[in-house]
């Protein structure tokens, strides 16, 4: 075995995402020691940086749900005082589109309902819903708020039976299955309300009804206010966390691989190649399938497939009148190659500022990550002619930059939370498991939990003044 050759730390925290980031600076500056080890070359994990038409932007995460305080509040701890300043930044208004299957292979888009949750409508006979489900069908989803209180059969069924038993069967298909695959990867018929988004799931079990809650969770004003992004990018987020760990004493390595845990006589030996650190406690902050790995957990990971994105330059004044608002969410019946567009200038103005005038910048979502597509300048275009109706040629399209994610967990399935149990007992007392993997995705859920496991952390270790 490695010889322990580090001095003993803390904590050591495997995993130099946000999670570990939050967790590194909150322990460093209550002035224990912490060892950050991260396997890839920077921090930040799905908080990553990128460079396009020469402005720095996000190439992963680009905006965090305001369902709770935690990232404001993490933005405000971190102070103004941080070498890159964090500002809070609202989308611009214009919404999101929703791009459905029209005959002859075409598509039709339409503006997504204003009002909704995961596309359950708060207001189910509003216009922007007529449009997409039609009248019939949307006279139809206005009665669910006269149903009787409860659910179908007593016990929770899937999201999509869910909204079809209560709204209607169409109303389901053309809006709560694109929007959850879209934000969950992972279609309506395989995930339950109360895991995708507790706090609708609460409104619905206290109001009796989805268009009450969806009325009580729902932004008063447009699609789309439900999120906030920072200034320059969410990237800056992870940049100020580590500058602010690094300030405090925490130890950052990047190209450090955790490839073991080990109980040792006091603490746990972390197993990195050539060399051994001990820690009184281990944090394992990293994706499922490594998490499952280090603990060896005998429950198959939840790892939802591959993420992959194509973040484009593209030069051309057709889309200069932002065709299609902030971007795109598309049907799983309107195919193609992509599943979401995001027109990043037009969601965010520090982005629309910083880059030349008629150049853009989208970022699309590949509906399959290991499908052949979307690699090209030309099959780019094809899709952007597609999905925004601009007349983009293939020589618009001036730089692509594709970027793939292997171990992003499906949270809000039955098998994710088997594997949470499991991953929980297989870690012995004094391993602890954080990020997204056991809060759940979204750094709306990542960033609080943190703090409160970092707390926790200190609390369970003495300051080196008083040991
Ligand atoms: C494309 C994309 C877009 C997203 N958009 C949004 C959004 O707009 N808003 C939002 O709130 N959320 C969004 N998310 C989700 C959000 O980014 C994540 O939930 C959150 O960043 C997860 O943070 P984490 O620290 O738990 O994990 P990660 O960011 O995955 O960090 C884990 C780290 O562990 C490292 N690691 C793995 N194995 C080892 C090992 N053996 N040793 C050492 N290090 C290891 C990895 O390299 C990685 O850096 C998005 C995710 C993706 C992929």
Redesign the pocket.
């Known amino acids: 075995m490695n010889p322990v050759t580090a001095p003993a730390a803390d904590v050591v925290v495997?995993?130099?995402?946000?999670?570990?980031l939050v967790i590194a600076w909150e322990v460093a500056r209550a002035g224990r020691r912490v060892i950050v080890?991260?396997?890839?070359d920077d921090?930040?994990?799905?908080?990553r940086r990128g460079c396009v038409a020469g402005v720095d932007l996000d190439l992963?995460?680009?905006?965090?749900?305001i369902r709770s305080s935690g990232v404001a509040d993490l933005v405000a701890d971190l102070g103004t005082g941080a070498a890159l300043p964090l500002t809070i930044v609202e989308p611009r208004p214009e919404g999101a589109y929703l791009v459905l299957p029209a005959p002859f292979g075409r598509v039709r888009r339409l503006p997504l309902p204003r009002r909704a949750v995961v596309g359950m409508p708060a207001e189910p006979a509003a216009s922007d819903v007529v449009r997409v489900i039609g009248r019939a069908a949307a006279r139809r989803a206005a009665r669910e708020r006269d149903l009787p209180a409860g659910l179908p059969s007593g016990a929770e069924p899937s999201l999509f039976d869910l909204a079809a038993a209560r709204y209607g069967r169409r109303l389901a298909e053309r809006l709560v299955d694109p929007l959850c695959q879209s934000v969950y990867s992972q279609p309506a018929s395989a995930v339950r309300l109360s895991a995708v988004h507790p706090s609708l799931w609460a409104e619905f079990a206290r109001r009796g009804s989805l268009t009450a809650a969806a009325e009580a969770v729902a932004p008063a004003a447009r699609a789309g206010s439900a999120?906030r992004g920072i200034d320059g990018g969410?990237w800056r987020l992870a940049a100020a966390l580590r500058t602010a760990a690094e300030a405090a004493g925490a130890v950052i390595r990047t190209d450090?691989?955790?490839?073991a845990l080990r109980t040792a006589a006091e603490g746990f030996d972390v197993v990195l190649a050539g060399e051994t650190l001990r820690a009184a406690h281990v944090v394992v902050?990293?994706?499922p399938a490594?998490a499952g790995a280090?603990l060896h957990v005998d429950v198959a990971a939840p790892v939802g497939g591959a993420?992959r994105?194509v973040t484009a330059e593209v030069v051309s004044g057709a889309l200069d009148a932002r065709p299609v608002g902030s971007g795109v969410i598309v049907a799983p019946g309107a195919r193609g190659a992509a599943k979401a567009l995001t027109h990043v200038d037009a969601k965010w103005d520090w982005a629309a500022r910083a880059l030349p005038p008629h150049t853009h910048v989208v970022r699309l979502?590949a509906r399959d990550a290991d499908a052949p597509g979307l690699d090209t300048p030309a099959a780019v275009a094809a899709e952007l002619r597609r999905l925004t109706g601009a007349r983009i040629r293939t020589g618009d399209v001036r730089a692509l930059t594709q970027?793939r994610?292997s171990?992003?967990v499906t949270s809000a399935t039955a098998e994710a939370a088997a594997w949470r149990a499991a991953a929980r007992a297989a870690a012995p007392a004094g391993i602890h498991l954080?990020?997204?993997?056991v809060?759940g995705?979204?750094?709306?859920?990542?960033i609080p939990h943190a703090r409160e496991l970092a707390r926790a952390l200190v609390a369970r270790t003495s300051h080196p003044a008083t040991a």
């Open positions: 495997v995993g130099g995402g946000v999670a570990g080890c991260e396997s890839g921090t930040g994990g799905m908080l992963g995460a680009e905006s965090f749900a999120v969410m450090a691989p955790v490839q902050a990293t994706g490594a280090l993420v994105l979502s970027t994610w171990d992003a954080a990020g997204a993997t809060a995705t979204g750094l709306a859920s990542v």
